[in-house]
């Protein structure tokens, strides 16, 4: 089992940054990869960022490729979203995952409960 808490939410104007955090716990954290997805009401869940398990590649969603940066640190057992330039359509609950990377794709084993950002226009 591995347990995954997200802390760094909350609400933001247009422009300005944020970044959130996801420290994890259980199971070896340098065996998963990581990823960031989020949920808007109304909307199914999507992918936002991942991260391999050693941290070489990482990989972004187009509408946050420049702005958004997803990192990972194996000896504190933590991955983290920085976020630049945020726009009202990034508004959404984030989640972080744990799981395995199919190329592209993500096979998500652990989820955590999920923080909400929301960004005033």
């Known amino acids: 089992q591995v347990q995954l808490v997200e802390s760094g939410g909350g609400l933001v104007q247009t422009g300005t940054s944020l970044r959130l955090d996801c420290a994890a716990s259980?199971?070896?954290?340098?065996?998963?990869?990581m990823g960031w997805f989020r949920q808007a009401p109304g909307q199914e869940r999507q992918f936002v960022a991942t991260?391999?398990?050693?941290?070489?590649?990482?990989n972004y969603a187009d509408s946050v490729k420049g702005r958004f940066t997803i990192s990972r640190d194996n000896a504190k057992n933590t991955v983290s979203l920085q976020m630049n330039t945020l726009k009202p359509g990034d508004t959404a609950v984030y989640f972080c995952?744990?799981?395995?990377?199919?190329?592209?794709?993500?096979?998500?084993?652990?989820w955590g409960q999920g923080t909400q950002v929301t960004v005033s226009s």
């Open positions: 995952a744990a799981g395995v990377l199919f190329g592209p794709k993500m096979r998500v084993d652990y």
């Open positions: 259980g199971r070896a954290f340098s065996n998963y990869d």
């Open positions: 991260i391999t398990w050693s941290g070489s590649d990482t």
